[in-house]
Nanobody, 122 residues
Framework: VQLQASGGGLVQAGGSLRLSCAASGRTFRTYTMGWFRQAPGKPREFVAAISWGGGGTNTADSVKGRFTISRDGAENMVHLQMNSLKPEDTAVYYC????????????????WGQGTQVTVSS
């Protein structure tokens, strides 16, 4: 499966952005999907993930209540709605896919897209 992330940009603190990840491949519906982020000088970290059917989600404590992950099977898309953005949310955001895992372990994901930059100004 190939992944293409988009939707990043520059936003003021308190604002919102919606990231999207387009997946190619007929078996998209069978993959779990995740979002990770990496700030300069820091390791890549888990943000959120969703099960293949969309019924299960995991969200990092640092973004819980502000970020929401969802998927659109008809469009082969996964979205990350980011509200109440903070300067510390500034990072490159990556989408990832796996056949079954939708937890926080980066190494468990088999497929990665290129990143999209999110910058939150104070």
């Amino acid at each position: 499966v190939q992944l293409q992330a988009s939707g990043g940009g520059l936003v003021q603190a308190g604002g919102s952005l919606r990231l999207s990840c387009a997946a190619s491949g007929r078996t998209f519906r069978t993959y779990t999907m995740g979002w990770f982020r990496q700030a300069p000088g820091k390791p890549r970290e888990f943000v959120a993930a969703i099960s293949w059917g969309g019924g299960g989600t995991n969200t990092a404590d640092s973004v819980k209540g502000r970020f929401t992950i969802s998927r659109d099977g008809a469009e082969n898309m996964v979205h990350l709605q980011m509200n109440s953005l903070k300067p510390e949310d500034t990072a490159v955001y990556y989408c990832a896919a796996d056949l079954s895992y939708f937890g926080p372990e980066l190494s468990e994901y088999d497929y990665w897209g290129q990143g999209t930059q999110v910058t939150v100004s104070s």
